[in-house]
Every structure is written in structure tokens, then in C-alpha cells.
């Protein structure tokens, strides 16, 4: 650990090197997730205090929280026999006056103040009806030691920072740690950053931003503004998560740069996307266009596609992919299509059957799909496998089961992961590894914000389809109170009539797979009985795969009206005749997951109606989340407010990336950071390649973060 400090106290040593934190603490703090020095001081506190002395005795008002200066006259415990705690009194004193302080409990001051202490105080002033004064109640109290005068005090005559209390561990203990620690590392001139980017983005070194956002120096400002990404040691600490992060992003797309590929189509003016749309029955949207041209440039490069295929529900992102693989198989080569769930993997293989089927060559036959998943066993299974493993099987479309070792391929060339963030970065590897260095295309269902594709997923390149194929019916989204009976006569039974099919959407309660069965059990017998006319479908995760699968198909040929479903109907269903979708217990949803839902609906040539149907239980917060469907339709805007209102963590797999989450940044509110730490990170990355001397300081901020965020070896290595 070279880089890592200047100091004795070493930044990466463990809190049991520090000699001011013993067993009990020490345990305590590794509780909240703090194992070394490091993590300590990147424990921020939540907000400031105010606790400059600004006024003398004669100044001071009711009502108001104070610090104050002052010297103590005499003091004294009293027992009140009612109360449990003894009650300190005292008189304290200054240049202008006096006033009366009293203390609940607190005895030990009996032994820090006598007459004479010189004190800070920092409380609430009151108007005492008892002694008809004001009084000072239970001030935060330190003694100021003569020789070192309260200015080195961490807790009073400054701003001072305050901490999450929680695990036994107040604010003020938690302060003087961190401020006992930081006098011993006074002077560290140890940074993550590069000085060259210091300068560039004219940012603070990084111990004094440290120092300040834990004691900030006095200042003028109102101290919320030391809350805000200004603030120049909080704007300095932005900026270092997006770098570091980005760094991170950088080495993994240049580690898959430097990788060779065993085939590269001829540059320039392929034939091939002109062919592929004169076999579709429709022409291709622009943005499909774009996104299949980016494809063809990175399939005629020197090293494998890697790249994060975007867009809205319903743009048409699966015909780009068939796209992508219909290349792979005209060289040669093998590719495999992974899907999250048994569904939409042979949705999947219907469509691409379909398409395959459309855009053959004149002679020669269609590229045929065979599906994989844990449902295909015995004789048709090795079947495949073996087909597989030669190389005669040309495309497979698999769940999970494609990720198992007994899974091999002659020459797998092109890899397409939809839902990717139902997947971990490991998961993608088994795949890709199974093939010599294959394209990768990910994709996922609903949009996700540019800020979070820039950060999260940065290693990838990025197509977006930004437009949906013409004739899209709109979808009228309403937040309504109440689905009883009323409701449904009302707004779903005149869609009936008209022959049109209808979801009702129950979350997937993950605690309590009873409670998610009996609600859907519930709704599906309390609308058989509402309406004996109609036939209605009942589909919940408890079901077996060929059980799904027929209820399924049932709804797809049009034998059932309704369908009730827990979220196994979540992704990428294809029943262009269902024109409304109900979605009971709404606020349990992420908003992209019912932008997602949303998708399914208004597909054939009817305009769609969705429904959310808040909870009882939903507060007010919970409902404006639901009407941000209300009021936008475009996914990609959806993606941003939910972004916005939940921060990375909950989005779309980031947590289980294992990638580091954000303690300071923001990623809608700091995207102009972000962007500038990217441009400068991968920069920096690129320059210092080819020089000198530079691995030193790239091996220093991978051991800094190492440190700081523990696992990001998976993401250093390369795929
Ligand atoms: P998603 O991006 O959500 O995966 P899909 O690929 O499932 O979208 O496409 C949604 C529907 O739109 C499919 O029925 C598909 O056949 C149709 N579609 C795709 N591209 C076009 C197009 N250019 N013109 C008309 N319809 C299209
Ligand atoms: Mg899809």
C-alpha cells in the first residue's frame, strides 16, 4: 500500500490501530460499515450547527438557540424529590450580565465546572415563569481549557458538524473521533486525484476538502450553502466519486478494446440492413436505422462490440438485436440470446423466428431458434446441446439455464442479454466466456436516464432509439382510489363488450408468497363472480412453467378476457388486443417497472387505458410517485423523476452491480459533473498509457479504490 499515505496513522489501517477508538466502539462503528480511517472520514455529517458565539448575556432573546462565552459564578446539584435525574443549577456570567442555566441529569458537570470555569454554552433561552428570568436549559456545555482556548474545541464556538446517530454512537462522540483523527493526519498530502486534474477542474486538495466538510472554516455564507454541490470541499468530493467511477468505466473499455475478434465484416456500405428491411413487413423506424449503422461499425472494428442498446418500451429494440445476430450467423458464427424468464425467452424465439422466417436470403434456409431453459430436458435437451456443440445449431434463446457449464458452443460469436440488469456482471461473463471475445449486446426494457448510462454502465457504448415505430395508440394513464365494484362496471365492462382483453397486475410480494397467490386468488374469484360472462385467467409465480405458459397462451389466442397476474406477465408480453391494464398495490412498484407494464398495452391498433390502484396504506409521497405516470409518457423522462426520487441504488440492478454507490453526488442534479469527470477520466486513462512512470499513479487510485469500495475487482477485470 504505497500510495496511500504520508502520515504514521496509515488512511487504510483499521480502526484497531487507532488509538482512541477501543473494542466496544470499534465494533460498534464496524456495524455502520466503518473498517478503517478511511471510511471514518468519509462518514460526512447530515448538516451544520451553528455554534460561533455571536452574542454576549445582555443580547440574548427568548426563543432563541444560542452559543455563548462565559464564566461561571457558582454552581450546585439539587435533588427535586419528584424527578428521577438530580437538577444542576448554576449562574454564569460575562462582561454584559448574568443569567441562570439549568441541566436534567448531567452530574458530571459537577466535576468539569466550578466557580471561575470559563465555559462555551450553546442551548435553547427561555422565559422561566418560576424564577420570572430568562434561563439558559441544558446547553450543550465544554469547558475551555485556559492554555488552548476554546478554539481548538470541536464541539462549540465553530460550525460544527452533525452526525447520524445511530449503533449507540452520538454526534458528539462521532465528531471528536473523526476530529481526533484528522489532527493526527495533519498535513496528509496523499490524493486519489491526479494533480493534473486537480488543476484542470480547479478543484481543493484532497485533505483540506476532507477537513472542511467535516469543520468548515467560519464563514459569512448561510451554512445551507455549505449543504450544496458549491460548496468548494463537497464539489471537490463530487467530483472525485464521478472520476473515480468513471476511471473505472475507462480501463474496463479500453481492457475490451485491447481484445482481438475473430471476424470483422468488410468496412464501409454493407449491404445487409437494406436486405434485412425489404424481408419486414414495415420499414424501420429512423433510430433503429442509427442504432443498427452503430452496430455494423462496431461489428467491422478490430475488437468486439460491447454495447448498451436503449430504449422506450415498445421501440422496437428486439429487431435491432435480430439484427446484430443475423450478422454473427452470416460469418459463421453462433449466438445466444439470454432472457430473465421463461416467457419472454419463448416470446423471444417466436419473434425471432418470425423475423428470420421474413428476411431469408432467396436460397438457403431461415435461421431457426431453439430454446433453452430449464423447462427443455431429456432427449430434446442433449439435442440441442450437442447441436450446440458442433456448431450446427446456429441460435439458441435461453433463461438462465444457457449460463451453466454443460452449455457449450463450437463458436459463439454474438451474445444479446435483454433485461440486462436482471443479470450481474458475473452472469454476463459465463456467457461471453463461453465464446472467444463474442460481441456483446445488452438491452433493457424500460429506458434508463443518460446520467445513470454515463456512470453505471459506462464501460459500454451506448445506442439509443429514441422513437417509437408510427401508428403507437396512446396509452391515458389515471391514478384511481378505489377498484370496487362500481369501478369496473363502469371502466373495464364497456371494453369488454367491445371484445378487447384486459391485465389486472398484482405485485410480486417477495416476503409473503401466500399474500401475493391470495391477492391475485382473490381478484381473480371476486371478477368471476362480477362477470360470469366473461372467461378470466389466473397466472401467479407459484405456477410451473408449461402451467404459465398455457394460461399465457390462452390470453394470447384470445380465449380469455382478463388476466390476473402477479408480475410473471412483467416483461416484454406481445397481446396486441389488450387495451387496459389495472395495476393493484401500485406504490409498490419502481416507476420504470409500471412504465414497463405500461408497454404492454395500446400495442395493436386501440388506444390504451392503465390504471394504478394505490394501496390503502399509500401517503402522499407514494401517490405524486404515481402521478409522474399521470403526467409523462415518454420512459425516458419516467426514468429521470425516478431517479430523481430514489437515487441510483434502488435503479435497475445498480445495487447488485457491486459498483460503488454515491455518498455526495447526485446523478440528476450533478450530470454536468459527471459529464466532465467522464471526458476527463477517460483522458487521463488514454494519456497516461502510453508514459512513463504513469502506472504509479494508475495503481494508486485502484488501491484507493480498493479501499474506499472493497469489491470493485470483479469490474476491474476485464468482461
Ligand atoms: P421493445 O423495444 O420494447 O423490446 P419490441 O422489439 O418488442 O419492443 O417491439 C414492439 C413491437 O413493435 C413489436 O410488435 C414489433 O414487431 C413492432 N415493431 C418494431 N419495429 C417496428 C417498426 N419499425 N415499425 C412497426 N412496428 C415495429
Ligand atoms: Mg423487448
Redesign the pocket.
Known amino acids: 500500500m504505497s500510495g496511500i499515505t504520508t502520515k504514521s496513522l496509515k488512511l487504510t489501517a483499521g480502526l484497531d490501530q487507532c488509538p482512541s477508538i477501543g473494542p466496544r466502539r470499534r465494533t460498534r462503528l464496524e456495524r455502520r460499515g466503518i473498517l478503517n480511517i478511511l471510511d471514518l472520514l468519509y462518514s460526512f455529517p447530515f448538516r451544520y450547527e451553528d455554534r460561533r458565539v455571536r452574542v454576549t448575556i445582555s443580547d440574548l432573546r427568548e426563543g432563541t438557540e444560542t452559543g455563548l462565552l462565559a464564566t461561571v459564578r457558582s454552581i450546585r446539584k439539587k435533588v427535586v424529590p419528584k424527578l428521577k435525574a438530580p437538577v444542576i443549577e448554576a449562574e454564569i456570567f460575562d462582561r454584559t450580565g448574568e443569567i441562570p442555566v439549568v441541566w436534567f441529569g448531567q452530574e458530571y458537570l459537577l466535576k468539569q465546572l466550578s466557580e471561575g470555569t470559563q465555559a462555551f454554552f450553546f442551548g435553547k433561552v427561555e422565559y422561566s415563569t418560576f424564577s420570572r428570568s430568562l434561563v439558559l436549559r441544558s446547553p450543550v456545555t465544554e469547558r475551555i481549557d485556559p492554555e488552548e482556548g476554546f478554539r481548538k474545541s470541536y464541539h462549540v464556538g465553530r460550525i460544527v458538524p452533525v452526525y447520524r446517530e445511530e449503533e449507540g454512537l452520538s454526534s458528539a462522540v462521532f465528531r471528536k473521533l473523526v476530529g481526533d483523527i484528522l489532527r493526527s493526519l495533519w498535513g496528509e498530502t496523499f490524493d486519489p486525484l491526479p494533480r493534473e486534474i486537480r488543476r484542470e477542474a480547479d478543484l481543493m486538495d484532497w485533505f483540506p476538502a476532507i477537513v472542511e466538510m467535516h469543520f468548515p472554516k467560519d464563514t459569512d455564507r448561510p451554512l445551507e450553502e455549505l449543504m450544496l454541490p458549491s460548496y468548494p470541499p463537497r464539489s471537490r468530493l463530487i467530483f472525485e466519486e464521478f472520476f473515480l467511477l468513471e476511471y473505472l468505466m475507462t480501463v474496463r473499455r479500453r481492457s475490451i478494446l485491447s481484445m482481438g475478434r475473430a471476424w470483422t465484416l468488410p468496412p464501409g456500405g454493407d449491404p445487409s440492413l437494406g436486405h434485412f428491411e425489404r424481408g419486414?413487413p414495415?420499414?424501420?423506424?429512423e433510430a433503429?436505422k442509427r442504432a443498427c449503422g452503430e452496430i455494423l461499425e462496431d461489428l467491422s472494428s478490430s475488437h468486439p462490440m460491447n454495447r448498451f442498446l436503449l430504449?422506450?418500451?415498445?421501440?422496437?429494440?428486439?429487431?435491432v438485436a435480430a439484427f446484430a445476430i443475423l450478422q454473427a450467423i452470416r460469418q459463421g458464427r453462433q449466438a445466444a440470446f439470454l432472457a430473465p424468464t421463461e416467457i419472454l425467452a419463448q416470446q423471444h424465439a417466436r419473434?425471432l423466428a418470425q423475423v428470420f422466417l421474413a428476411v431469408r436470403p432467396e436460397e438457403g434456409k431461415a435461421v431457426q431458434p431453439l430454446l433453452l431453459s430449464q423447462a427443455v430436458r431429456g432427449m430434446d435437451r442433449r439435442r440441442l446441446l450437442s447441436a450446440l456443440a458442433t456448431g450446427e445449431q446456429q441460435l439458441v434463446v435461453g433463461t438462465h439455464a444457457l449460463l451453466e457449464e454443460g452449455v457449450p458452443f463450437h463458436d459463439l460469436g454474438m451474445v444479446v442479454i435483454d433485461e440486462q440488469h436482471k443479470f450481474g456482471v458475473a452472469q454476463r461473463r459465463a456467457l461471453a466466456t463461453k465464446g472467444q471475445n463474442p460481441d456483446v449486446l445488452v438491452?433493457t426494457?424500460t429506458p434508463i436516464p443518460r446520467s445513470l448510462a454515463l456512470s453505471y454502465y459506462g464501460d459500454l457504448e451506448i445506442s439509443v432509439?429514441d422513437e417509437l415505430?408510427?401508428?403507437r395508440q396512446p396509452v391515458a394513464t389515471f391514478v384511481v382510489n378505489d377498484s370496487g365494484e362500481a369501478f369496473w362496471k363502469k371502466k373495464i365492462l364497456p371494453a369488454l363488450r367491445r371484445k378487447e382483453q384486459i391485465f389486472v397486475v398484482y405485485p410480486l410480494i417477495e416476503e409473503s408468497e401466500t399474500v401475493e397467490a391470495k391477492n391475485a386468488v382473490d381478484a381473480h374469484r371476486f371478477l368471476s363472480a362480477l362477470f360470469p360472462d366473461y372467461r378470466i385467467g389466473l397466472l401467479t409465480g407459484r405456477m410451473d412453467a408449461t402451467e404459465k405458459e398455457s394460461v399465457m397462451e390462452r390470453f394470447r389466442r384470445g380465449d380469455l378476457d382478463i388476466l390476473v397476474a402477479t408480475t410473471v406477465i412483467e416483461v416484454?408480453v406481445?397481446v396486441p388486443n389488450a387495451t387496459i391494464m389495472v395495476v393493484e398495490n401500485a406504490e409498490r412498484f419502481g416507476l420504470a417497472q409500471l412504465h414497463q407494464l405500461r408497454?404492454r398495452i395500446g400495442?395493436g391498433g386501440l388506444p390504451g387505458t392503465f390504471f394504478l390502484v394505490p394501496g390503502a396504506a399509500t401517503g402522499p409521497e407514494g401517490r405524486r410517485r404515481l402521478e409522474i405516470l399521470e403526467a409523462h409518457s415518454d420512459g425516458f423522462r419516467v426514468a429521470e423523476e425516478d431517479l430523481r426520487m430514489r437515487g441510483p441504488g434502488e435503479f435497475m440492478g445498480v445495487r447488485q452491480s457491486g459498483l460503488p454507490m454515491f455518498l455526495l453526488a447526485d446523478l440528476v442534479r450533478d450530470m454536468e459533473r459527471l459529464v466532465l469527470a467522464r471526458s476527463m477520466a477517460s483522458r487521463f486513462v488514454e494519456e497516461s498509457a502510453g508514459k512513463e512512470g504513469a502506472a504509479w499513479e494508475l495503481s494508486g487510485i485502484e488501491e484507493f479504490l480498493r479501499f474506499r469500495y472493497r469489491n470493485v475487482d470483479q469490474w476491474l477485470a476485464i468482461r
Do not use: H
Not at 414495415?282 to 423506424?285: E, G, H, I, V
Not at 430504449?311 to 429487431?319: A, E, I, Q, R
Open positions: 419486414l414495415f420499414s424501420l423506424t433503429q430504449g422506450d418500451v415498445g421501440s422496437g429494440k428486439t429487431l419473434t438491452m426494457a432509439i415505430p408510427p401508428g416484454g406481445d408497454g400495442r
